[in-house]
């Protein structure tokens, strides 16, 4: 199978994280606020999710696949038709995006780019952990749990943080859990999860999971509802992750209002919608953060879509989101604008854009995020107010 066969197979799946999870003897933490984070792998393309409909070059450099009946926001940009949802919540003020924007980056790789992305670290493969795992190591969070095969990267950096991940399989049988509890009894490091263990196999004895509902539970909505069942609990997780794996890829035949584009941003909306419903009332204190590790080239290419870019746009919704705006340094489509003559540059270091929602998730001033080694990033005064910072 050649590389962009498996990039094309890989699109279908997505998985699910949480972190920040307190055990059931912790302090509950309802007044904490939530983050749900969400992978769009694959570089989306930031002029197909939010057209600048003021910019007189888009229809030009896009006569295919521009974006013709968008979603007004304001006057310079739109929103995809697609995304009807995030479009109700910019009218409720629970929508800003961050446009032309993502990090220092030019390498146009998905391998280095999604390694950055998760590390926050610029150069890839120097860091064995991320950005959000460092960061609740640094807030000192009690525990952590992902549901996910392995622990994502992004997560990692947390120290007591496990993974689990739902299935149909049998439980184990009773034999078995005493055998593994008396194996791991004298070892202060294994005992604890002899109880995670068996904690986790009786909540499956209990549940009703066949094949059928734990493919309903890895589609995106039943991704959502999950991290929001368990999200909105007072105990529950602060952080959770949704990866949505390569579907952003659309080297060709991308698609405008309608199209392969078009199908993954209605996938996001779904997530959003179904997520924003399930939290119930923890919806005004929570933020959904997009991240993706690159843009896409502005001109539409040869096969009617395009290609690896640089600059992109960023979502954040939620009862934090404290006014519905477009945070941009927005320099034009002309070529000379351009990064290269080809790509969106990034006028806006995408990674001050994380540390503003660490700030207001884990209250971990710009300062500390920099000298204790959670994000390096550079400040930009187009951000302030976004989340009332």
């Known amino acids: ?119 926050g670290v610029m150069k890839p493969y120097m860091s064995s952990s991320g950005w959000i795992g460092r960061a609740m190591e640094q807030a000192k969070i009690n525990s952590g749990v992902a549901i996910s095969i392995p622990m994502p990267l992004i997560l990692r950096g947390h120290n007591k943080a496990i993974t689990q991940f739902p299935n149909w399989m049998p439980t184990l049988r009773d034999r078995d859990l005493a055998t593994v509890a008396k194996m791991w009894a004298d070892d202060p490091m294994l005992r604890p999860y002899s109880d995670l263990i068996r904690d986790s196999n009786l ?49 060709a035949s991308q698609g405008a209002e309608q199209g392969s584009h078009a199908d993954r941003l209605r996938d996001l909306d779904q997530l959003i919608a179904t997520f924003r419903t399930d939290m119930g009332p923890q919806w005004g204190n929570t933020v959904v953060l997009t991240i993706t590790e690159f843009g896409r080239t502005a001109a539409e290419n040869g096969t009617n879509g395009t290609d690896h870019g640089v600059g992109s746009c960023c979502f954040l919704a939620g009862g934090l989101v404290t006014q519905a705006k477009i945070y941009s340094d927005w320099r034009g489509l002309n070529k000379s604008a351009l990064f290269e003559e080809r790509d969106l540059p ?9 540390a503003k929602v660490l700030e207001r998730v884990f209250a971990l001033s710009s300062q500390t995020l920099v000298e204790k080694g959670v994000l390096e990033h550079k400040k930009s005064s187009l951000l302030n107010g976004l989340l009332g910072l």
């Open 1 to 119: 199978m050649n590389r962009r066969a498996f990039l094309k197979q890989s699109a279908v799946f997505a998985s699910l994280s949480f972190t920040g999870f307190a055990p059931a003897w912790g302090q509950g933490h309802a007044d904490k606020p939530r983050l749900l984070v969400v992978l769009l792998r694959g570089g989306m393309d930031g002029l197909t999710a939010v057209p600048p409909v003021g910019d007189v070059q888009y229809n030009t450099i896009r006569p295919q696949i521009g974006i013709n009946k968008p979603l007004r926001l304001n006057a310079d940009f739109g929103l995809h038709p697609q995304l009807e949802t995030m479009h109700s919540m910019w009218q409720a003020g629970q929508l800003a995006v961050v446009h032309s924007t993502g990090f220092q980056y030019t390498g146009r790789s998905h391998f280095e780019g999604q390694d950055i992305m998760q590390t």
């Open 346 to 354: 990034t006028t806006i270091d995408v990674s001050a854009v994380y």
């Open 203 to 251: 909540d499956k004895s209990l549940s009703s999971m066949n094949k059928e509902s734990f493919q309903n539970i890895r589609s995106i909505r039943g991704l959502a509802r999950s991290a929001a069942i368990s999200m909105r609990s007072e105990s529950g997780p602060r952080v959770g992750l949704i990866d949505m794996t390569h579907g952003f890829d659309t080297h």
